[in-house]
């Protein structure tokens, strides 16, 4: 059974023999027991004593060289053919790929026979150059030293300026090499299966180098060897499946034989039966054996290897051997292990759990082996569906639905749940996935003819009824309405049939429910109309809605077919459906509004293809009684859309539309006159009738207006009557008065569009621009009404106006259109500034009135200030960045402007002894380190606006001298706080043109602004020291190279020294540190070098390499990330030592057994807490916070992996800087 105990590791003594062969079909506890009877310790051969019945080595002098496929060598050496041309190595031969691999194996094999020695050693050097090793071994080597002394050895020949190795190596050539060097392990055991792979040579050494380089601490050697063991215990896998089948074969061929009539029965061919028997039963006890030794010899080492590929490719491969061999892996004792490594930290390791488990899901055949771990790990299965890397989550959910398909009683409707809201994910492939398991759980019929029958029965044309009101169930009852598209689009790719099923849903809304059918309530029909219009507009347009998806993609021919078809289909029935479906609820505003967006999906050439002219005149008759019932603004504007897409040019029904419009129009438009007159006449004793012909007829028109150009029934000069009215007057209805606005700007927009388009010869003379001038002049009045949705409206209009009529409107070679051009004037200006400051940023707590000289000045202090962030924080970036880049140094004096401005205010609310501890200033110190965020990282580019910035606030600092007397601060002085909070410097002799000698000697608490400010300007430097090659020094602390090697000989008094210098700049200016320039660059070790090293030949730990000059020329950031990287080298230096002096050699993570866990969930971290608890007496592992860096340089320092040699505290502080600009 799978239980929660996680593996105590043991000691990795890779030597030779240290794993004992066992039976496939023991549990894990028999896997662990140190001794077996009846099984051969596996080793390899010259490193114990021989067996007696191995052949002995023959001596040097008897082996002969053998040359095959150019590849020659000498002495145990692989040479190069003088050209160049041909490949000589197998890892050349391997990496090209020209050749077969069963050519290359087979030439190998034949190499074997003729020198084995020499063939191991061609192939040991492959596995070493496959990891990127230069070195080569040696014959010598190869005879005379132990496995560990080889890795040393090798270990050495690497290159250290370059963490790059084969598998790693980007590009096409490289992955196919990664492809080929998997296919050569394979063929080479399915060639060798039949005899080499049991003459206990090759495969011994083989395991026993993989074991040895998975076990060192060189990346690449555990990465290389790791997948090559992996594929070579898949192979091995395969082998043991064929024996067992063989197995299988004799044993019912000899039971056959045994069971016949002893006349007929052959005993020789028993005889040989039960000797073929016994060597398959060998055979697969040598098999055993070596599977035996890579799994406990690596695979349950390095699935909790620190990189997470090594981790990956353990993982795929068990569920490899799992899927293929299922009657020996597929036992809890193999899958545990997928089990825990579901709480992986790295989504990439997740992935490969999941999608090994789908493989195993897939057969049915395999869930009664799966019950148990399906149960143990559930829960955990079903909370990775909210799994913060997308692609995890897509494979949980696949996952989880191949559990229901095969056992719909593993799930609770709880865990259904957890999978159901997923389908209105914003993310496209989580929804799809979500939406197949709702598909294959709610919504898949299990018995179609009975229910084909029963929808006969009931005189329904389809069989769907009843899916289609579950849908409508499920979407009101998740609560999201607003998200029909979602689950549309959700369920799209699985429930096709069901959700293009058009014509039971206007059944289902038409025709009375029938016997043993309930009727849909309002809410339900509602929902079920706007669930039919979303599939429309799915089938129509073929594209995911706004929100999924990066946009529109190409379709192909098939999809492009299957929309054309899809078009065809919806047109021909909702032509004759929907004039119905609107006469039945036209009195319903939202149904109606839903119902009318469909004609916009036709195919308009049906109409007068299929001579339905008369569905079109119904479907116009309905539109018209729809305008004449309906006021509200969302079924008016549906209905005027409607319009204008039956009006459109290119069919041939847009005469007979064409008119039934403009008889429309004409009726209200005469409607219109006739209201406006009455109630101008009537003016104050105007009753609600006459306010309500007149609004309702203006709300049609300008719904109208909208999408079509009524120019010709001049709306205008009636609106603009309107008005005025309501100015001179001040009685005019609000509501009539906004629509009047919103017509006129309609009708302007209209008339421009005709002047554009033609050619004007007189535009001066156009009546359009006294039209635009006296509309602004009404707007401008407007401004001033006490109505709030009047001042809004006109507010709105006038922008949109001013931007319309500006500069830009000659752009394009339309200079004739310049007397049109509209420049407000200051007193328009300042009415659309107070407004903003009146209606848009009001503080309920503080009626302050807030007015600044310069408009663009008042923009950008406002937008900035922190209390509207939340709502106004598009608008704050986009006018800020916007304005910086149309002037660095007139961006820096307006915000400088607003800093003085806002600390002006509260001097007058506080007077001069400020409370620099309150709220207020605070503000204002957050205000100016956004102001600062705002230029970016780049201080070179920002230099002279930055300084610009600090040189207006030194001087508004010092402007007014304080009235006491001279030793008493400035009046302003405790500005200089504010700029401190800005993170830049200015020159230190600016400051000094306005200090006295005698400010320079105050200590006083009145004087700390001033203090503080000009000790951050002379720990920052001079403006004249500023380096300009910061950037560049600050790269130096990464790079790993021998030329930078600091001597080994410094004093420890030095060291001191640096460090309380680099105190005390901190205590002065936060941003300053003083690091080691040069970075010690680690020594390569394997896991034997690493213990047997002396520790003279060990770096002084507690050094402090670099030079002066290295610590002058380089930046904050660069500092900081030598000192994080320097103290990290040191962390890992002082931990070979102190792993150097341990007599037990210990694999890479078996010693400290950390974990590799952490929560990964979108979610809260409740369900892995409680795994926690389960797990707590197993392996010794917790599960704490995410800290990948930390927990991998604890384990070991990777010397091979740059991205390890990044200490986590220095990125988290870079990300935090990173993080604040872009929140600003």
Same mark, same amino acid.
């Given at each position: 059974?799978?239980?929660?105990?996680? *593996?105590?590791?043991?000691?990795?003594?890779?030597?030779?023999?240290?794993?004992?062969?066992?039976?496939?079909?023991?549990?894990?506890?028999?896997?662990?027991?140190?001794?077996?009877?009846?099984?051969?310790?596996?080793?390899?051969?010259?490193?114990?004593?021989?067996?007696? &019945?191995?052949?002995?080595?023959?001596? *040097?002098?008897?082996?002969?060289?053998?040359?095959?496929?150019?590849?020659?060598? #000498?002495?145990?050496?692989?040479?190069?053919?003088?050209?160049?041309?041909?490949?000589?190595?197998?890892?050349?031969?391997?990496?090209?790929?020209?050749?077969?691999?069963?050519?290359?194996?087979?030439?190998?094999?034949?190499?074997?026979?003729?020198?084995?020695?020499? @063939?191991?050693?061609?192939?040991?050097?492959?596995?070493?150059?496959?990891?990127?090793?230069?070195?080569?071994?040696?014959?010598?080597?190869f005879r005379n030293m132990q496995n560990a002394e080889i890795i040393r050895k090798m270990t050495e020949e690497f290159d250290e300026d370059s963490g790059d190795y084969p598998l790693t190596m980007p590009g096409p050539m490289w992955k196919k090499f990664r492809y080929n060097f998997c296919e050569f392990i394979c063929v080479l055991i399915r060639q060798c299966q039949y005899s080499i792979i049991y003459d206990e040579y090759m495969m011994d050494t083989v395991i026993s180098l993989l074991t040895g380089l998975s076990d060192s601490q060189v990346r690449a050697f555990r990465h290389t060897s790791t997948l090559a063991a992996m594929k070579l215990m898949t192979a091995l896998v395969n082998v043991a499946l064929n024996l067992s089948i063989h197995q299988d074969n004799t044993q019912r061929q000899y039971e056959a034989e045994r069971n016949k009539i002893a006349g007929k029965r052959a005993n020789e061919k028993l005889e040989l039966l039960l000797q073929k028997r016994k060597e398959l039963q060998e055979n697969q006890d040598e098999i055993e054996n070596?599977?035996?030794?890579?799994?406990?010899?690596?695979?349950?080492?390095?699935?909790?290897?620190?990189?997470?590929?090594?981790?990956?490719?353990?993982?795929?491969?068990?569920?490899?051997?799992?899927?293929?061999?299922?009657?020996?892996?597929?036992?809890?004792?193999?899958?545990?292990?997928?089990?825990?490594?579901?709480?992986?930290?790295?989504?990439?390791?997740?992935?490969?759990?999941?999608?090994?488990?789908?493989?195993?899901?897939?057969?049915? +055949?395999?869930?009664?082996?799966?019950?148990?771990?399906?149960?143990?790990?559930?829960?955990?299965?079903?909370?990775?569906?909210?799994?913060?890397?997308?692609?995890?989550?897509?494979? @949980?959910?696949?996952?989880?639905?191949?559990?229901?398909?095969?056992?719909?009683?593993?799930?609770?409707?709880?865990?259904?749940?957890?999978?159901?809201?997923?389908?209105?994910?914003?993310?496209?492939?989580?929804?799809?996935?979500?939406?197949?398991?709702?598909? !294959?759980?709610?919504?898949?019929?299990?018995?179609?003819?009975?229910?084909?029958?029963?929808?006969?029965?009931?005189?329904?044309?389809? *069989?769907?009824?009843?899916?289609?009101?579950?849908?409508?169930?499920?979407?009101?009852?998740?609560?999201?309405?607003?998200?029909?598209?979602?689950?549309?689009?959700?369920? %799209?790719?699985?429930?096709?049939?069901?959700?293009?099923?058009?014509?039971?849903?206007?059944?289902?809304?038409?025709?009375?429910? $029938?016997?043993?059918?309930?009727?849909?309530?309002?809410?339900?029909?509602?929902?079920?109309?706007?669930?039919?219009?979303?599939?429309?507009?799915?089938?129509?347009?073929?594209?995911?809605?706004?929100?999924?998806?990066?946009?529109?993609?190409?379709?192909?021919?098939?999809?492009?077919? /299957?929309?054309?078809?899809?078009?065809?289909?919806?047109?021909?029935?909702?032509? =004759?459906?929907?004039?119905?479906?609107?006469?039945?609820?036209?009195?319903?505003?939202?149904?109606?509004? &839903?119902?009318?967006?469909?004609?916009?999906?036709?195919?308009?050439?049906?109409?007068? #293809?299929?001579? =339905?002219?008369?569905?079109?005149?119904?479907?116009?008759?309905?539109?018209?009684?729809?305008?004449?019932?309906?006021?509200?603004?969302?079924?008016?504007?549906?209905?005027?859309?409607?319009?204008?897409?039956?009006?459109?040019?290119?069919?041939?029904?847009?005469?007979? $539309?064409?008119?039934?419009?403009?008889?429309?129009?004409?009726?209200?438009?005469?409607?219109?006159?006739?209201?406006?007159?009455?109630?101008?006449?009537?003016?104050?004793?105007?009753?609600?009738?006459?306010?309500?012909?007149?609004?309702?007829?203006?709300?049609?028109? /300008?719904?109208?207006?909208?999408?079509?150009?009524?120019?010709? %029934?001049?709306?205008?000069?009636?609106?603009?009557?309107?008005?005025?009215?309501?100015?001179?007057?001040?009685?005019?209805?609000?509501?009539?008065?906004?629509?009047?606005?919103?017509?006129?700007?309609?009708?302007?927009?209209?008339?421009?569009?005709?002047?554009?388009?033609?050619?004007?010869?007189?535009?001066?003379?156009?009546?359009?621009?006294?039209?635009?001038?006296?509309?602004?002049?009404?707007?401008?009045?407007?401004?001033?009404?006490?109505?709030?949705? $009047?001042?809004?409206?006109?507010?709105?209009?006038?922008?949109?106006?001013?931007?319309?009529?500006?500069?830009?409107? $000659?752009?394009?070679?339309?200079?004739?259109?310049?007397?049109?051009?509209?420049?407000?004037?200051?007193?328009?200006?300042?009415?659309?500034?107070?407004?903003?400051?009146?209606?848009?940023?009001?503080?309920?707590?503080?009626?302050?009135?807030?007015?600044?000289?310069?408009?663009?000045?008042?923009?950008?202090?406002?937008?900035?200030?922190?209390?509207?962030?939340?709502?106004?924080?598009?608008?704050?970036?986009?006018?800020?960045?916007?304005?910086?880049?149309?002037?660095?140094?007139?961006? #820096?004096?307006?915000?400088?402007?607003?800093?003085?401005?806002?600390?002006?205010?509260?001097?007058?609310?506080?007077?001069?002894?400020?409370?620099?501890?309150?709220?207020?200033?605070?503000?204002?110190?957050?205000?100016? !380190?956004?102001?600062?965020?705002?230029?970016?990282?780049?201080?070179?580019?920002?230099?002279?606006?930055?300084?610009?910035?600090?040189?207006?606030?030194?001087?508004?600092?010092?402007?007014?001298?304080?009235?006491?007397?001279?030793?008493?601060?400035?009046?302003?002085?405790?500005?200089?706080?504010?700029?401190?909070?800005?993170?830049?410097?200015?020159?230190?002799?600016?400051?000094?043109?306005?200090?006295?000698?005698?400010?320079? +000697?105050?200590?006083?608490?009145?004087?700390?602004?001033?203090?503080?400010? !000009?000790?951050?300007?002379?720990?920052?430097?001079?403006?004249?020291?500023?380096?300009?090659?910061?950037?560049?020094?600050?790269? /130096?602390?990464?790079?790993?190279?021998?030329?930078?090697?600091?001597?080994?000989?410094?004093?420890?008094?030095?060291?001191?020294?640096?460090?309380?210098?680099?105190?005390?700049?901190?205590?002065?200016?936060?941003?300053?540190?003083?690091? *080691?320039?040069?970075?010690?660059?680690?020594?390569?070790?394997?896991?034997?070098?690493?213990?047997?090293?002396?520790?003279?030949?060990?770096?002084?730990?507690?050094?402090?390499?670099?030079? +002066?000059?290295?610590?002058?020329?380089?930046?904050?950031?660069?500092?900081?990330?030598?000192?994080?990287?320097?103290?990290?080298?040191?962390?890992?230096?002082?931990?070979?030592?102190?792993?150097?002096?341990?007599?037990?050699?210990?694999?890479?993570?078996?010693?400290?057994?950390?974990?590799?866990?952490?929560?990964?969930? =979108?979610?809260?971290?409740?369900?892995?807490?409680?795994?926690?608890?389960?797990?707590?007496?197993?392996?010794?592992?917790?599960?704490?916070?995410?800290?990948?860096?930390?927990?991998?340089?604890?384990?070991?320092?990777?010397?091979?992996?740059?991205?390890?040699?990044?200490?986590?505290?220095?990125?988290?502080?870079?990300?935090?800087?990173?993080?604040?600009?872009?929140?600003?």
């Amino acid at each position: 059974m799978i239980t929660s105990e996680l *593996p105590v590791l043991q000691d990795s003594s890779n030597e030779s023999g240290a794993t004992d062969a066992v039976g496939l079909s023991m549990s894990m506890g028999e896997m662990e027991d140190p001794e077996v009877k009846g099984k051969k310790k596996r080793g390899r051969p010259g490193k114990q004593a021989p067996a007696s &019945n191995k052949k002995p080595r023959k001596s *040097p002098t008897d082996k002969s060289v053998g040359v095959t496929r150019g590849r020659g060598k #000498a002495n145990g050496v692989a040479q190069h053919n003088g050209d160049g041309g041909d490949p000589v190595t197998l890892f050349e031969v391997v990496k090209l790929g020209k050749s077969a691999m069963q050519s290359v194996v087979d030439e190998w094999i034949e190499s074997y026979k003729q020198d084995r020695d020499l @063939a191991l050693l061609d192939l040991i050097n492959f596995f070493i150059q496959c990891s990127g090793c230069k070195g080569t071994v040696r014959i010598e080597m190869f005879r005379n030293m132990q496995n560990a002394e080889i890795i040393r050895k090798m270990t050495e020949e690497f290159d250290e300026d370059s963490g790059d190795y084969p598998l790693t190596m980007p590009g096409p050539m490289w992955k196919k090499f990664r492809y080929n060097f998997c296919e050569f392990i394979c063929v080479l055991i399915r060639q060798c299966q039949y005899s080499i792979i049991y003459d206990e040579y090759m495969m011994d050494t083989v395991i026993s180098l993989l074991t040895g380089l998975s076990d060192s601490q060189v990346r690449a050697f555990r990465h290389t060897s790791t997948l090559a063991a992996m594929k070579l215990m898949t192979a091995l896998v395969n082998v043991a499946l064929n024996l067992s089948i063989h197995q299988d074969n004799t044993q019912r061929q000899y039971e056959a034989e045994r069971n016949k009539i002893a006349g007929k029965r052959a005993n020789e061919k028993l005889e040989l039966l039960l000797q073929k028997r016994k060597e398959l039963q060998e055979n697969q006890d040598e098999i055993e054996n070596m599977m035996n030794s890579i799994f406990k010899g690596i695979f349950v080492h390095r699935y909790r290897d620190a990189i997470a590929e090594i981790r990956a490719i353990c993982i795929e491969e068990i569920g490899v051997w799992m899927k293929m061999y299922s009657d020996a892996f597929l036992n809890d004792s193999y899958l545990k292990y997928v089990g825990w490594t579901l709480h992986d930290r790295q989504g990439e390791v997740r992935l490969k759990c999941l999608k090994a488990l789908q493989n195993l899901y897939t057969n049915r +055949e395999l869930f009664p082996k799966l019950e148990l771990f399906t149960n143990r790990f559930k829960d955990r299965i079903v909370s990775m569906t909210l799994d913060k890397e997308y692609d995890v989550a897509v494979e @949980a959910i696949r996952l989880v639905t191949l559990i229901l398909q095969g056992s719909e009683d593993a799930l609770s409707n709880e865990d259904c749940e957890n999978v159901y809201h997923l389908v209105y994910s914003a993310h496209r492939p989580v929804a799809v996935a979500a939406g197949e398991f709702l598909h !294959r759980k709610l919504f898949s019929r299990h018995d179609p003819q009975a229910e084909e029958a029963l929808a006969k029965r009931r005189g329904r044309s389809s *069989p769907n009824g009843n899916l289609i009101r579950m849908l409508v169930l499920f979407f009101l009852e998740s609560e999201l309405h607003e998200h029909a598209a979602y689950l549309v689009d959700s369920l %799209w790719e699985s429930s096709q049939e069901l959700l293009k099923d058009w014509e039971c849903m206007t059944e289902l809304l038409l025709e009375e429910p $029938v016997q043993g059918e309930e009727m849909l309530s309002d809410r339900q029909e509602s929902a079920l109309i706007e669930l039919m219009v979303c599939t429309i507009r799915q089938a129509a347009e073929a594209h995911p809605p706004v929100g999924r998806g990066t946009g529109k993609r190409v379709l192909t021919a098939k999809e492009r077919k /299957t929309q054309i078809d899809d078009k065809n289909k919806l047109t021909e029935h909702f032509i =004759m459906a929907l004039p119905m479906l609107l006469s039945k609820y036209q009195a319903d505003s939202e149904k109606v509004a &839903n119902l009318l967006q469909i004609p916009q999906y036709f195919d308009l050439d049906v109409y007068s #293809a299929g001579r =339905m002219e008369k569905h079109l005149d119904a479907l116009l008759k309905q539109i018209r009684l729809v305008v004449e019932k309906h006021i509200e603004t969302d079924v008016l504007e549906a209905c005027s859309k409607t319009y204008s897409i039956l009006c459109s040019e290119e069919y041939t029904i847009m005469n007979r $539309v064409d008119i039934a419009r403009s008889q429309l129009i004409d009726e209200m438009t005469d409607r219109f006159a006739h209201s406006v007159e009455e109630l101008l006449q009537e003016a104050e004793e105007a009753d609600d009738d006459d306010i309500y012909n007149v609004l309702s007829t203006l709300k049609r028109l /300008t719904a109208f207006h909208n999408a079509h150009d009524l120019t010709r %029934w001049d709306l205008f000069g009636s609106c603009y009557r309107l008005l005025k009215a309501g100015i001179e007057q001040g009685s005019m209805p609000e509501q009539i008065a906004v629509q009047a606005l919103q017509c006129s700007h309609y009708s302007i927009l209209w008339q421009l569009v005709k002047i554009t388009e033609g050619v004007p010869s007189k535009v001066s003379d156009s009546p359009h621009k006294q039209m635009v001038k006296s509309f602004l002049a009404v707007c401008q009045q407007c401004l001033s009404n006490v109505n709030t949705p $009047v001042k809004e409206q006109a507010f709105m209009l006038l922008c949109d106006l001013l931007m319309i009529f500006s500069h830009q409107l $000659v752009s394009g070679s339309r200079e004739g259109l310049q007397p049109l051009v509209f420049n407000p004037d200051s007193t328009l200006q300042n009415e659309l500034l107070n407004f903003v400051l009146d209606h848009v940023f009001i503080d309920q707590d503080d009626e302050n009135d807030m007015r600044f000289p310069e408009m663009l000045h008042v923009f950008n202090c406002l937008l900035s200030l922190p209390q509207y962030y939340n709502d106004y924080g598009d608008i704050i970036k986009e006018t800020l960045s916007k304005t910086r880049q149309t002037d660095k140094i007139l961006c #820096a004096k307006t915000l400088i402007l607003s800093l003085q401005q806002l600390f002006n205010e509260l001097l007058q609310d506080q007077g001069p002894n400020l409370d620099r501890t309150s709220s207020h200033v605070s503000g204002i110190k957050e205000l100016a !380190r956004r102001f600062a965020l705002t230029f970016g990282l780049d201080q070179i580019k920002t230099r002279e606006a930055v300084a610009t910035l600090h040189k207006d606030g030194i001087e508004f600092a010092f402007k007014y001298q304080n009235p006491r007397g001279p030793e008493f601060p400035p009046i302003n002085l405790a500005f200089l706080e504010v700029l401190i909070s800005s993170c830049f410097c200015c020159s230190h002799s600016y400051l000094e043109k306005f200090m006295s000698e005698s400010m320079s +000697e105050r200590r006083e608490d009145v004087w700390l602004p001033l203090i503080s400010y !000009r000790n951050s300007l002379l720990t920052g430097g001079d403006e004249d020291h500023m380096s300009v090659t910061s950037g560049s020094s600050s790269k /130096t602390g990464s790079v790993r190279s021998k030329k930078g090697r600091p001597p080994l000989h410094k004093k420890r008094i030095e060291g001191e020294q640096t460090e309380s210098s680099v105190e005390g700049s901190w205590m002065m200016r936060n941003d300053t540190l003083q690091t *080691p320039g040069a970075l010690q660059t680690p020594q390569l070790t394997s896991t034997v070098l690493r213990e047997n090293r002396p520790a003279e030949h060990m770096p002084d730990p507690d050094s402090e390499p670099g030079s +002066e000059n290295d610590f002058m020329q380089m930046s904050w950031l660069g500092q900081q990330k030598m000192e994080e990287v320097n103290r990290k080298d040191r962390t890992g230096m002082n931990y070979i030592k102190s792993r150097s002096n341990q007599g037990v050699r210990r694999g890479l993570m078996e010693d400290d057994a950390e974990p590799i866990f952490e929560d990964v969930m =979108m979610s809260s971290r409740g369900q892995l807490e409680d795994m926690n608890e389960e797990f707590e007496d197993t392996m010794v592992i917790d599960l704490p916070p995410s800290r990948n860096r930390r927990e991998r340089a604890e384990l070991r320092p990777d010397f091979f992996d740059s991205a390890a040699m990044i200490e986590d505290e220095s990125v988290s502080k870079t990300l935090e800087f990173v993080e604040c600009f872009v929140k600003i």
